[in-house]
Every structure is written in structure tokens, then in C-alpha cells.
């Protein structure tokens, strides 16, 4: 139950893009469709934002979508905006009822 | 208003027990499976164990072993026994219901659970 690999921190300026790595092994992220990312301000709980490698919830904007290869996931905001200033988390399912999550990227927007 | 609400943190002593409820409104919790999600002060999320409706349940290995976590029969209110609770327990406990593919879509506001002497 290794975490998956995620950047510590990505910065980008208002309007621009920004993609967010998510990188685990054969046995979660890659193993399953199943990886899910989450938004969280500091001191309040996550919020999910993508599941199913690329399905949105409904009320969270177009500007966030997902995808994946291979082992890697990713997490792609598009027109950044100042309120996508947060911490970003990736998580698998990681087979036998179990599930794993990333480190955490602080998004930084200029 | 949908919304889960854990309760029953607090400072505990190396080697202690203690027992988190989390309590549903508003929002079907039954027929779905719940976890509890850990996040030490400056750290990451951390899956920490799940119980599926059927009552299946798995662990961390972290803490396997040592917490254990249950349902009422309403199956409204979710629970984790913490016991020979460590220092490394320290965190916010998040309580999160199960959503499709495998993610979580509704989360408490969490509850602090401090281990120290």
C-alpha cells in the first residue's frame, strides 16, 4: 500500500492550464478505471472532482477532466481560475478492498 | 441539507482506545459502502478501512489489527474502535461515503484525534 507519486506543488498563471501526474503501479492505477481526484482548501474537507479516470460530478466545471496512461493518471484544469487555488489529491482503487491515495499537489495559481 | 458528522475525537495517551461515530442525514448511506479517510497535521490523505452494506470490511495496513470498523443495523451512523492507539495515529478522521467507480462523494468535516502524553 505505497502512495501514489504526485508533484509536490504546480503553478500556473490565470487562464492558463495546468495538468497534475498521478503515478502508481499495475496493481492500482493502472490495475483499474477507477481513480478519483479530490480538491481540498486548507481546513475543510475533500471534495471529489473527477471519478472513473474522467467522469465529473455533477456541478464541478468543465475546466476540470482527467485521464490516464498506463500507470500514470492525470488531473488537467483548464482557464485557471484564483478559487482552483487548493491541494489537489489523486486515489485508486487498489484491488481487494482496498484503496490508496497520493501525496497531495498544492496548486499555486499566479 | 445531505451531510455526515463525526463525532467523539479528542487527546488520548499512547496505548489508549477510542471510538469515532460518524451519523448520516439527509443522504442514503445503506446501501453503499463508508470509509474512514486520515489526515495527519500537514500531511496527505490516507486511506485508513471501509465496510461494504453486506458488512464486508477491510483495512490499512497501518492499522490492521488494531481499529475496527462497524455499522449500526439502521445503517445510518458509522463507527471506528481505535485501540493501542500510537503517536502516528494523530490525524483529522474523515468519515466518506462510497461513490461510483470507487470514489468517495460525500465527506464529513472530519474530527482530530491528538495522541500524546
Known amino acids: 500500500q505505497s502512495a501514489l507519486t504526485q508533484p509536490r506543488s504546480v503553478s500556473g498563471s490565470p487562464g492558463q492550464s495546468v495538468t497534475i501526474s498521478c503515478t502508481g503501479t499495475?496493481?492500482?492505477?493502472?490495475?483499474?478505471?477507477?481513480v478519483s481526484w479530490y480538491q481540498q482548501y486548507p481546513g475543510k474537507a475533500p471534495k471529489l472532482m473527477i471519478y472513473?479516470?474522467?467522469r465529473r460530478p455533477s456541478g464541478v466545471p468543465d475546466r476540470f477532466s482527467g485521464s490516464k496512461s498506463g500507470n500514470t493518471a492525470s488531473l488537467t484544469i483548464s482557464g485557471l481560475q484564483a478559487e482552483d487555488e487548493a491541494d489537489y489529491y489523486c486515489?485508486?482503487?487498489?484491488?481487494?478492498?482496498?484503496?490508496?491515495f497520493g501525496g497531495g499537489t498544492k496548486l499555486t495559481v499566479l | 441539507e445531505a451531510q455526515l458528522v463525526e463525532t467523539g475525537g479528542g487527546l488520548i495517551q499512547p496505548g489508549g482506545s477510542l471510538r469515532l461515530s460518524c451519523a448520516a442525514s439527509?443522504?442514503?448511506?445503506?446501501?453503499?459502502?463508508m470509509s474512514w479517510v486520515r489526515q495527519a497535521p500537514g500531511k496527505g490523505l490516507e486511506w485508513v478501512s471501509v465496510?461494504?452494506?453486506?458488512?464486508?470490511?477491510d483495512y490499512a495496513d497501518s492499522v490492521r489489527g488494531r481499529f475496527t470498523i462497524s455499522r449500526d443495523n439502521s445503517k445510518t451512523t458509522l463507527f471506528l474502535q481505535m485501540n493501542s492507539l500510537r503517536a502516528e495515529d494523530t490525524a483529522v478522521y474523515y468519515c466518506?461515503?462510497?461513490?461510483?467507480?470507487?470514489?468517495?462523494?460525500?465527506w464529513g468535516q472530519g474530527t482530530l484525534v491528538t495522541v500524546s502524553s
Open positions: 466518506a461515503r462510497g461513490g461510483e467507480g470507487y470514489s468517495w462523494d460525500y
Open positions: 439527509g443522504l442514503t448511506v445503506s446501501s453503499t459502502y
Open positions: 465496510i461494504y452494506s453486506g458488512g464486508t470490511t
Open positions: 499495475s496493481s492500482d492505477v493502472g490495475g483499474y478505471n477507477y
Open positions: 472513473g479516470v474522467t
Open positions: 486515489c485508486s482503487y487498489a484491488g481487494g478492498y482496498t484503496w490508496v
